[in-house]
């Protein structure tokens, strides 16, 4: 009986070294995926947008929540681009001199 017990105790142990050389593999792979994904991380660019915080609610149109343009406000902004293109009557149309102001 001692051999057998003897037997019994070296494939156990053949057992959990083949176990631990595989949990040892899947460890280095891992820890390799976890080395791209935060060299990935690390290499985003950051969008010119910035953050909103959450739950923050201040009534802006988001870029996943554009609206189209009813027809009577693009009317509207026509005639308002108009309006601001027509040169005043007491205004002068080139004066002539290039000022610069500075506020």
Not at 10 to 39: F, P, Q
């Amino acid at each position: 009986m001692p051999k057998n017990r003897v037997e019994e105790l070296e494939a156990t142990v053949a057992e959990l070294e083949s176990t631990v050389e595989g949990l040892t593999d899947e460890l280095i792979e891992a820890k390799e995926r976890i080395r791209v994904l935060e060299a990935e991380l690390d290499a985003e660019t950051p969008t010119r947008v910035p953050d909103r915080r959450a739950g923050e609610d201040d009534g802006d149109v988001t870029e996943d929540e554009t609206r189209e343009a009813e027809p009577d406000e693009v009317a509207e902004a026509a005639a308002d681009a108009d309006a601001d293109d027509a040169p005043a009557g007491d205004e002068t149309e080139d004066s002539g001199t290039d000022d610069i102001i500075v506020a």
